[in-house]
T-cell receptor, first 111, second 114 residues
Framework: DTEVTQTPKHLVMGMTNKKSLKCEQH?????MYWYKQKAKKPPELMFV???????INESVPSRFSPECPNSSLLNLHLHALQPEDSALYLC??????????FGPGTRLTVT | KQEVTQIPAALSVPEGENLVLNCSFT??????LQWFRQDPGKGLTSLLL?????REQTSGRLNASLDKSSGRSTLYIAASQPGDSATYLC?????????????FGKGTHLIIQP
């Protein structure tokens, strides 16, 4: 099984809302990632969790907050987002520096 | 900082043709390189992974080569089909032994005409 699941598939939220994106994998991978992809652009790395240790892309604003409750789950908490944060949010996992497997993404619209 | 360039940016050909997609990267200290395809609005599907010690990798009609010293990889698609229409992305992984985010090229948008 090489599946990474993401929920929800679509999310519409206002700028004052708080919401969370969820990602799950059962491949025994110890590294999980969040990427942001704007239309017609390649994915850009936001966060990496490797063995539950967080690495941050310093350009990511604090209104995005990752959480890794265990090695199979990765959440992305959203608060006070801006319309320019509307994008496809992709989760991936890997066995350390090996092949990365991506989920189907969450399409986020901020109104 | 790794920079990845993909050429061509877009390609439209009739089905049946053999295709070559190019990827170049500035930092040759890589651990591996992945090729992905992405359908509109969807996630990324991993096509091939080439380890830095390998020269090429094959899966069905796809063949990817890697020349780490020159910072280049190519994806060869044989006998193209309309179902191959998608955006193709390459991404090298930085050497270092640990998990690292991928740096993507801007992709090649491929259209195979029936």
């Amino acid at each position: 099984d090489t599946e990474v699941t993401q929920t929800p598939k679509h999310l519409v939220m206002g700028m004052t809302n708080k919401k969370s994106l969820k990602c799950e994998q059962h491949m025994g991978h110890r590294a999980m990632y969040w990427y942001k992809q704007k239309a017609k652009k390649p994915p850009e790395l936001m966060f990496v969790y490797s063995y539950e240790k967080l690495s941050i892309n310093e350009s990511v604003p604090s209104r995005f907050s990752p959480e890794c409750p265990n090695s199979s789950l990765l959440n992305l908490h959203l608060h006070a987002l801006q319309p320019e944060d509307s994008a496809l949010y992709l989760c991936a996992s890997s066995r350390s520096a090996g092949e990365q497997y991506f989920g189907p993404g969450t399409r986020l619209t901020v109104t | 900082k790794q920079e990845v360039t993909q050429i061509p940016a877009a390609l439209s050909v009739p089905e049946g043709e053999n295709l070559v997609l190019n990827c170049s990267f500035t930092d040759s200290a890589i651990y591996n390189l992945q090729w992905f395809r992405q359908d509109p609005g969807k996630g990324l599907t991993s096509l091939l992974l080439i380890q830095s010690s390998q020269r090429e990798q094959t899966s069905g009609r796809l063949n990817a080569s890697l020349d780490k010293s020159s910072g280049r990889s190519t994806l060869y698609i044989a006998a193209s089909q309309p179902g191959d229409s998608a955006t193709y992305l390459c991404a090298p992984t930085r050497a270092g032994g640990g998990a690292d985010g991928l740096t993507f090229g801007k992709g090649t948008h491929l259209i195979i005409q029936p």
